[in-house]
Structure formats: C-alpha cells, structure tokens
C-alpha cells in the first residue's frame, strides 16, 4: 500500500489540480471518485500514482470557502481557507461600488479581514480629487482599511507585503484591476499572464480563468482570481445578511422589532438613518437588491 501524503492545490481545473508538497514539488493530480471537489487553496492527502501523477483522496476539513455566483454556471467554489481579502480597485477600469458592496458581504459573511487596495496611482495627477477616491470615501467612512499603490511604480508595495506576511489571502476586483500585475511583482519568477485594458471599452479582457495560489518570499500566500463579478451569499439567513452590512449594525438594536430586516417594517432605526443621510442610500439600495435576489 502506498503512503498518503499531505498536499495544497495551488490550481484547479476542474477534475484536474496541480498540489504542491511541504517541500515544494509541484504534482499534477486527479482525483478519487466524484464526491471530491478540491478547490485552490485546499489542503489535501493524496497519494502518488505510478506515472509520477497523484491521486487525491481527502480533503481536511476547511476554515472558510469562497463561492461565486455565475450567472451561466451556478455556485462554484473558488477558494477555501483564506482569512484575508484583499479587493482592488482602480481608476481605470471605472469602479463599480454595488461589486464592491457584494465582495465586502462575502468576507463578512466568512469573518474574513477586508483590505481595499487602490491600485494604479501612477494614472492619477490629483488622487485626492478623483472620481475613484470620492466613491471609495464611502467606504473608509464605514471602517475599510485602504492601502494605495501603483503595481507599475512600485508606491506602496511594502506596506502590501507587510499586510500579507502570515496570511493565506485572496485578491479580488474587476477584470483589468491589475490583480495579476500585483502577484507578478510580489512573485516575479512566476509565469503569470497580464492582459492590457480594451481601448474601446475601457474593460479589462479577463485574462484570469482560473484562481491560482502563489506562497510569497516574505510567508503567506496570496490567491490571484478571475474577475468575478458575483459571491454565492445565500442561504444565509436574512438578518445575517444585514449584519454584513457593517454600517447597519450600530442601528439594527433600535429597530423596533428584533428580527427587523430593514425593509418596510414600522419603527425601524436603519431605514431612519437612510432617511437622515446616516446610511448611504446607495449602500441601503445594495443591500435590498442582495436580499431580493436571495429571495428569487
Ligand atoms: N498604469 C498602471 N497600469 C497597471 C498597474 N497595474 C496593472 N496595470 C495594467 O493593468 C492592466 C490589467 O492588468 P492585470 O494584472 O492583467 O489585471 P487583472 O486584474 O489580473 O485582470 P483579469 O485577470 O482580467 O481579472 C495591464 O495592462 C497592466 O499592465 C499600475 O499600477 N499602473
Ligand atoms: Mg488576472
Ligand atoms: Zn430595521
């Protein structure tokens, strides 16, 4: 009988994964039976087959998974384990703050620690006057930490790679953002492709297909992902979706009643604040087309 050993899939491409040993020897896997689903990220026992490949045959038991919700394909899983999210944003391509709204949901949904990383620095004269930073204002004003960097000019790369050491983190953000750019400088001997914005459409060209995990020098490892515009929230249970909603949490105990789920209900201190510009309209707006469409 042969010995299992210990593993993490760095990438998975469907029914095929590529693992990586604790000495770091990469082995291409398949895996047993059809109740399996290893995902990126995933620490594994497999065993070695005859050709050099692998066979995976348990996966330990996971300290958070991340799911996206596509359109075409349904729920996928996209990556366990990871504590930390990092989302990036950036000028070019123009921000959209109701994506910004669901990826916040989902770390708060998997207790996971949110860091928004504004990227591309180099494009602004006046960063302090751009339409990006007055959008992102929003959420700093609710609490989200934000790092600001140029992947291109190098600013402030280090305090990314401080934020990063001891962590198993996931970089999400729109195609184009410059997620891969980042893991590129962070990890410069690995093959990773870059895809230039569309001219025409001021889009980037998802250049990403699959989320693939890279251990870092400093410790801690970070996950590039495609350019996923939607996380699986549901079924979570509606007053725990308000709850990731962070800024809610400081009224919901006013609510007159205790399982309020701020929509209608009378006496509720949430939609007061909305009214009274305390909550922003924009992010209350978010929250009800998340809750209708968990309800669809
Ligand atoms: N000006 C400038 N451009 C950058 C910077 N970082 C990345 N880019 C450019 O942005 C474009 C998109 O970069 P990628 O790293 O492929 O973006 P991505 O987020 O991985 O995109 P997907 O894989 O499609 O999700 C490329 O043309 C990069 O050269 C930066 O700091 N400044
Ligand atoms: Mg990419
Ligand atoms: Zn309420």
């Known amino acids: 009988m042969t010995a299992t050993r210990i593993g993490v899939v760095i990438v998975n491409y469907g029914r095929h994964m590529t693992l990586e040993t604790p000495e770091g020897q990469r082995v291409s896997c398949r895996i047993k039976g059809r109740e399996l689903h290893p995902v990126c990220g995933d620490e594994v026992r497999w065993q070695p087959l005859a050709d050099g490949s692998g066979l995976i045959t348990h996966i330990e038991g996971r300290r958070s998974l991340l799911v996206r919700q596509d359109p075409r394909h349904g729920q996928r899983p996209l990556a366990a384990n990871v504590d930390r999210m990092l989302v990036m944003v950036a000028p070019r391509p123009e921000l959209d703050p109701f994506m910004l709204d669901r990826y916040l949901a989902a770390a708060e949904v998997l207790r996971l620690s949110a860091l928004l990383?504004?990227?591309?620095?180099?494009?602004?004269?006046?960063?302090?006057?751009?339409?990006?930073?007055?959008?992102?204002?929003?959420?700093?004003?609710?609490?989200?930490?934000?790092?600001?960097?140029s992947v291109r000019s190098g600013e402030g790369l280090q305090t990314v790679k401080k934020a990063l050491r001891g962590h198993t983190s996931v970089v999400l953000g729109q195609s184009g953002a410059g997620k891969s750019s980042l893991l590129k400088a962070l990890v410069p001997e690995a093959e990773i492709r870059i895809g230039e914005i569309s001219q025409a459409t001021d889009e980037g060209r998802h250049t990403t297909s699959v989320a693939t995990l890279y251990h870092l020098p400093e410790?801690?490892?970070?996950?590039?992902?495609?350019?996923?515009?939607?996380?699986?929230l549901w079924p979570l249970p509606p007053a725990q979706l308000a709850q990731c909603f962070v800024?809610?949490?400081?009224?919901?105990?006013?609510?007159?009643?205790?399982?309020?789920?701020?929509?209608?209900?009378?006496?509720?201190?949430?939609?007061?604040?909305?009214?009274?510009?305390?909550?922003?309209?924009?992010?209350?707006?978010?929250?009800?087309?998340?809750?209708?469409?968990?309800?669809?």
């Not at 410790?219 to 699986?232: C, T, Y």
């Not at 909550?279 to 998340?290: F, T």
Request: with cysteine; glycine share 6%; aromatic share 10%.
């Open 219 to 232: 410790g801690g490892a970070l996950i590039d992902s495609p350019g996923v515009r939607n996380f699986h």
């Open 247 to 296: 800024e809610f949490r400081k009224y919901a105990p006013q609510c007159r009643f205790s399982n309020c789920l701020h929509e209608q209900e009378p006496g509720c201190a949430v939609t007061a604040a909305v009214t009274n510009g305390a909550i922003s309209a924009r992010r209350y707006q978010s929250y009800r087309s998340i809750t209708l469409a968990a309800k669809s």
């Open 117 to 149: 990383v504004f990227n591309k620095t180099d494009l602004l004269t006046d960063i302090e006057s751009s339409e990006c930073n007055r959008r992102l204002d929003e959420f700093i004003a609710i609490g989200y930490a934000m790092l600001k960097v």
